[in-house]
C-alpha cells in the first residue's frame, strides 16, 4: 500500500469525556486493530467485496462511537469499491482509512 501524510497526532471520541460511554469507546479502541488488520487482509487478498462490507461496517461505528471525522474516509473507501475504482485509488484510500484508525484513542481531550 502507498504511504499516506496522514498526521501523528491521537484522534479522540466526542464521546470520550462523558462518562457512561467512555468504557464502550475504550472497547471499540481496543478492538480497532483487529478491524485494521482484517481489513488489510482483504486488500492483500483481493477480496473488494468482503473489504467494502468492512469499510461500510466501520463507518457505521467509527460515527456510532463518535469517531466522526473517521466516517469520510471509510465512506470514501466503500464508494470507490462500489464504483470498482482503479486498484491504486483503493489502495490509498485503505492505507489512508488504516493510518486514521491507527490513531484512536479512548483517552479523553
Not at 43 to 71: I, M, N, P, V
Request: overall charge negative; charged content about 30%.
Amino acid at each position: 500500500m502507498p504511504e499516506t501524510r496522514v498526521g501523528r497526532h491521537a484522534i479522540h471520541s466526542v464521546l470520550s469525556t462523558d462518562p457512561e460511554l467512555q468504557q464502550i469507546v475504550a472497547m471499540f479502541v481496543e478492538e480497532m486493530p483487529n478491524r485494521v488488520a482484517r481489513i488489510e487482509r482483504q486488500w492483500d487478498a483481493g477480496d473488494r467485496d468482503e473489504l467494502r462490507r468492512s469499510a461500510h461496517q466501520l463507518k457505521g461505528a467509527l460515527g456510532s462511537y463518535g469517531f466522526d471525522e473517521l466516517t469520510p474516509h471509510a465512506l470514501r473507501l466503500e464508494s470507490l469499491l462500489a464504483a470498482e475504482a482503479p486498484p491504486d485509488e483503493v489502495a490509498a484510500a485503505v492505507s489512508e482509512l488504516v493510518a486514521y484508525c491507527r490513531r484512536i484513542t479512548a483517552t479523553p481531550r
